[in-house]
T-cell receptor
Framework: DVKVTQSSRYLVKRTGEKVFLECVQD?????MFWYRQDPGLGLRLIYF???????EKGDIPEGYSVSREKKERFSLILESASTNQTSMYLC?????????????FGDGTRLSIL | GQQLNQSPQSMFIQEGEDVSMNCTSS?????WLWYKQDPGEGPVLLIA?????ELTSNGRLTAQFGITRKDSFLNISASIPSDVGIYFC???????????????FGQGTILTVHP
């Protein structure tokens, strides 16, 4: 079974802090993704990566950056946290391939910015 | 970005009833996926669809890939309390290549089942 592990289930930080969310997958997947989930808005893609050191902006990248130094690990960084970044953050991974590959999700990090 | 219209937004049903939900798009998709999210957890894949017209079942769940490639449906028969959660549709515009596995998600359907 694919395992996607997010480092924290709950996190409370202060406005202006630099925040790191970590995600690790154990199935050698090429693709990794960061989403935020807000009520009524579904899952919105922040950033994704298709290879080590490669990254692409998603639909809402402003205020975020990412790092992928190793294939199994994908980090989301909030450069200077703001209250509107309070949300549920979900990490996912998938295989590369010609056929559409399902994404496998971690259990999420519920982040509160005070 | 691309949006999927998922409906209904929420459903309140009695145990034993059947449930239907759907997703529509203005774009053509090559893959449709249905996920379920239990409270406090990440979404889990229920069904994957890869061909227009395809009808696939997973226990009491049945999903179809619309003929036009612009829609998909999920049905749950004889609902039970553990069906409670948020159901998401997701579509992939292109398989492989420059899509890098990106998915577009619907807004979700919140299902509540009364015993």
């Amino acid at each position: 079974d694919v395992k996607v592990t997010q480092s924290s289930r709950y996190l409370v930080k202060r406005t202006g802090e630099k925040v790191f969310l970590e995600c690790v997958q154990d199935m050698d997947h090429e693709n990794m993704f960061w989403y935020r989930q807000d009520p009524g808005l579904g899952l919105r893609l922040i950033y994704f990566s298709y290879d080590v050191k490669m990254k692409e902006k998603g639909d809402i990248p402003e205020g975020y950056s990412v790092s992928r130094e190793k294939k199994e690990r994908f980090s989301l960084i909030l450069e200077s946290a703001s209250t509107n970044q309070t949300s549920m953050y979900l990490c996912a991974s998938s295989l590369a391939g010609a056929r559409g590959q399902p994404q496998h999700f971690g259990d999420g990090t519920r982040l509160s910015i005070l | 970005g691309q949006q999927l219209n998922q409906s209904p937004q929420s459903m309140f049903i009695q145990e034993g009833e059947d449930v239907s939900m759907n997703c529509t798009s203005s774009s053509i998709f090559n893959t449709w996926l249905w996920y379920k999210q239990d409270p406090g957890e990440g979404p889990v894949l229920l069904i994957a669809l890869y061909k227009a017209g395809e009808l696939t079942s997973n226990g009491r769940l049945t999903a179809q890939f619309g003929i036009t490639r612009k829609d998909s449906f999920l049905n749950i028969s004889a609902s039970i309390p553990s069906d409670v959660g948020i159901y998401f549709c997701a579509g992939q515009l292109k398989a492989g290549g420059t899509s890098y596995g990106k998915l577009t998600f619907g807004q979700g359907t919140i299902l509540t089942v009364h015993p």
